[in-house]
Structure formats: C-alpha cells, structure tokens
C-alpha cells in the first residue's frame, strides 16, 4: 500500500534550522531592538493577596521620558483575560471562570498580578517612574500549600467559592471502580504530591506594538497561535472588529503550551501603541516569568 504524503512516520526536510543555528534566527526581542519603539514596564504585585490604592498618577506622569501610564481604569468597558479550557462539572450547570482583569483592580491575588503599565523612552525611565508611584497596600492573609487552601477557615481569594475550590469534576463511572476495588485480592495505597512547576522557554515573553496604516495595530509576539491569540485579545479583551488587529509571530525561543495563552502584557501594548500612536515594545524578563506566566498546577493523588 501507498503511504500518505503527509502520512505518520514520512520524512521531511526542516528548513529553519540553518539560520537558527548560525546565529541569524530573529525573534520579537531582535525585531522590537530595531525598532524606534518606546519601553513598556509592568508593575506587579510584591504581595501574594492585598487590597491598594493608588495615590497621586499625574506626578508619576509627568516625570521625564514618561508617555504614558495605564492601570484599570483605563480597561473600563474591556474584558479580562479569557479562560478557554471548559471541562464537565459536578453539581453546577457550567464550569465557574472567573473575572481576570488585565490590571488588578483594586485586589491582587498572586505575587506578580500586574496592577499597572508604564510607557516611556527608555526602560529605566520607565521603571523609575514605577517606583515612584504611590501605593497604599493593605496586605492580607494568604495560603501557598493547596491543602492548606481547602481547609475550613482558609483565606479565601473569591469570596463566592468556598474553600477556594473553582469547581468539581468527574471522570469514568465511580460504581464500577469501586466495585473493582471491593473485589480485588489486593489494595496498594500511594499518595502523591507534585510541585507547581514553569516551562522556563529560553526566550522569554514580549511584545511588540505597532500602529500600521489605516489604524491597524499589528503585534509581534512569540505565541503558538497567532489567530487564536488575535481572536481572544479582540473579541474577549479589547472589544475591537478584528480586522483591527494583527497578530504575527517570527521566531519562537520555545513554548511548552504556555505561548498559547493572551496574556495581559499584549492587550496593553496594543492599547497603548493606538492612544500614543506610537510602537510600544514590552520585553519580559526572567522573574517576570517565573511571577507572570502560566504554571504548570501542583497536584495532590
């Protein structure tokens, strides 16, 4: 029998391997360097559940080098950040997600949870005026340890799921594997526990933002997806016709499933690139990474 072209097991030639190995792969940091882009910074959270306030924004504003400086207000009539995964629950008609807002608005609830985005015309400026800027923390009680979350009495992070479980789901019939079980010679208990864990891609996360003739704001952004990432930052965040955005992705330094997801960092970009007119590049680094991005979940069997 004939195999398939595109059968399993047929070879193929990969055609990008020599200019990544001689150095001359370009990714969205070589891109955004060549580029006379503005800095993005992301403020975030150095508590792992508080409520804050913000003090006076227009000092901050005003500094040198400083074009702009986005928090929740500015996200008045967005989205938040979807969440596309839906599973089967037990006891409720729909899988509860809840509201991930770009910017904390007013309650954070992980080290890391943005709470603002500065522009300006360099990093350091940008970063200058973050430390400036006056927040009232009022930290409040947290838990890391998931046993710990479920227990009576635990802080909780959304005051409508009790016990801070999101929602219980099912899978396979619980009758037969019990009956399974009764019957079996023998029974082997096991328990265990595996550690939250990141994809720790060599290239980090980054965005560059730019305003294209007629309006069009294109982003340059390692993802694994580019129209699902267009289709989720216009349709669920920003609330803009689609064929307002533009998402294109050139060489990716690693994914690991994570560069699926619509961070917050993108919608900012692209948000502030059309206020300014301007392109507006935000490039991760490596804490940011470990506070921002997706985690693998830990686990308890």
Do not use: C, K, M, Y
């Given at each position: 029998m004939t195999a398939l072209k595109f059968g399993h097991g047929q070879p193929?030639?990969?055609?990008?391997?020599?200019?990544?190995?001689?150095?001359a792969g370009r990714y969205v940091g070589d891109i955004a360097a060549r580029t006379a882009a503005l800095q993005g910074y992301v403020l975030r959270s150095p508590y792992a559940h508080a409520r804050f306030a913000f003090g006076d924004l227009d000092a901050v504003k005003a500094m040198p080098g400083v074009h702009l400086v986005l928090t929740a207000d500015d996200f008045a009539g967005c989205g938040g950040l979807p969440i596309a995964a839906s599973v089967a629950v037990v006891g409720e008609a729909h899988m509860w997600k809840p509201h991930h807002?770009?910017?904390a608005e007013g309650l954070v609830r992980h080290v890391g949870e943005p709470v603002a985005f500065i522009v300006a015309e360099t990093l350091d400026a940008a970063r200058?005026?973050?430390?400036a800027l006056e927040i009232d923390w009022e930290p409040l009680d947290a838990v890391a340890d998931m046993e710990a979350a479920i227990a009576d009495g635990a802080p909780l992070l959304f005051a409508e799921r009790p016990h801070n479980i999101a929602f219980t789901s099912e899978l396979g019939d619980k009758a037969a594997v019990d009956a399974a079980f009764a019957k079996a010679h023998r029974v082997v208990k096991v328990r265990l526990v595996n550690n939250r864990l990141v994809t720790n891609y060599m290239e980090t996360r980054g965005v560059l933002a730019e305003v294209e003739e007629g309006g069009r704001v294109r982003l340059t952004l390692g993802s694994q997806g580019s129209h699902i990432l267009r289709d989720a930052i216009a349709d669920k965040i920003l609330n803009w016709p689609r064929e307002d955005l533009r998402?294109?992705?050139p060489d990716v330094g690693g994914g690991f499933g994570t560069k699926m997801f619509p961070f917050g960092e993108y919608p900012l970009a692209a948000l502030a690139a059309r206020r300014l007119n301007r392109a507006v590049a935000?490039?991760?680094?490596?804490?940011?990474?470990?506070?921002?991005?997706?985690?693998?979940?830990?686990?308890?069997t």
């Open positions: 193929f030639t990969r055609l990008e391997d020599p200019a990544l190995l001689t150095g807002p770009v910017l200058d005026a973050a430390e998402v294109v992705t935000w490039i991760g680094d490596r804490s940011e990474h470990f506070q921002g991005d997706s985690h693998g979940r830990d686990n308890i």
